[in-house]
Nanobody, 118 residues
Framework: VQLQAYGGGLVQAGGSLRLSCSASGRLYNMGWFRQAPGKEREFVAA????????YYADSVKGRFTISRENAKNTLYLQMNSLKPEDTATYYC???????????????WGQGTLVTVSS
């Protein structure tokens, strides 16, 4: 499965963006991770195949929403109330189990850059 994330861009603090991740095939349990310059990749959100279970990092809880449309093989991340510290390259990834752990994800897309200006 090949994944491609898109939808990033430059936004002012307090603004919103919606990231999308398209897949060449069936989506598995999916997640979003992000990596800021000079920092390690960190978990953002995860969703199981049916969409009935979601996990969020504490730093984004209440502001970000992960969702999916299996019929379109597409994953989304709605990001509201963005903060400068949300600036990072965002990656979508697929795993055989829903997880918050980087090591559990086998499929990775190319990232999309989100820049939040203050």
């Amino acid at each position: 499965v090949q994944l491609q994330a898109y939808g990033g861009g430059l936004v002012q603090a307090g603004g919103s963006l919606r990231l999308s991740c398209s897949a060449s095939g069936r989506l598995y349990n999916m997640g979003w991770f992000r990596q800021a310059p000079g920092k390690e990749r960190e978990f953002v959100a995860a969703i199981n195949y049916s969409g009935t279970t979601t996990y969020y990092a504490d730093s984004v809880k209440g502001r970000f929403t992960i969702s999916r449309e299996n019929a379109k093989n597409t994953l989304y991340l709605q990001m509201n109330s963005l903060k400068p510290e949300d600036t990072a390259t965002y990656y979508c990834a697929g795993a055989r189990v829903i997880s918050t752990r980087f090591v559990d994800y086998n499929y990775w897309g190319q990232g999309t850059l989100v820049t939040v200006s203050s």
